[in-house]
């Protein structure tokens, strides 16, 4: 299930940073900063999560930085913004309830310009990337299982470059150099990863 952050707004695109916005490199694509709807992206989920094979009930919470920010000081301890935090659900209710992820539409918006793809393909990356992690894959720990899995999903999915192809290719966009970001998330009972 797909929640929306009631920050987000109709006018989102609008409050965005003048900075983000100029990322894009033509005027004409930032047309793609829209809010998918809610429908599409929670169709994507279902599709996603059979893909993966994860079974049970996911809620997405799309969000602004600010709200990320918060999230990410409480359960990580690091008092910044991020793309995406995910939350799995605790082992004792782990046959309904899988967890939670929460996107911050902001960051999203911003690696969607640099990527050069619409802002509803930069959210089902992020939706991708969580379920594998909910799914209990850690690129962080593994031996490249989760790069590989999330490799072969995004191609089942039709989805570009995900987050971690990204970082391991030190890809920003098509030409452009990216900053390594900082490691993304160990999950834990009920505390967020990224």
């Known amino acids: 299930m797909i929640l929306l952050d009631p920050a987000l707004g109709p006018d989102f695109a609008l409050r965005v940073p003048l900075a983000t916005r100029k990322l894009a490199s033509h005027p004409g694509s930032f047309r793609g900063s829209r809010l998918p709807a809610l429908r599409t992206l929670n169709r994507f989920l279902s599709v996603a999560q059979a ?50 992820l929460a996107i911050s539409v902001t960051t999203a ?24 992690h909910l799914a209990g894959y850690d690129h962080e720990t593994d031996q490249g299982q989760m790069a590989r899995r999330e490799q072969r999903l995004r191609a089942q999915l039709r989805l570009p470059q995900g987050l971690i192809e990204r970082v391991a290719t030190g890809k920003k966009g098509p030409d452009k150099a990216r900053q390594p970001q900082p490691s993304e998330f160990k999950p834990r009972a009920r505390r967020p990863a990224r």
Do not use: M
């Open 109 to 132: 918006l911003r690696q969607a310009a640099e990527q050069g793809h619409p802002l509803a393909t930069e959210i089902k990356v992020l939706i991708l990337h969580g379920l594998l």
């Open 51 to 100: 893909a993966v094979r994860l079974r049970g009930q996911v809620t997405v919470l799309l969000t602004t930085d600010a709200e990320i920010r918060k999230l990410n000081r409480q359960f990580r301890g690091k008092n910044k913004a991020t793309d995406i935090l995910s939350f799995p659900a605790d082992t004792l209710v782990q046959s309904e309830d899988k967890g939670d």
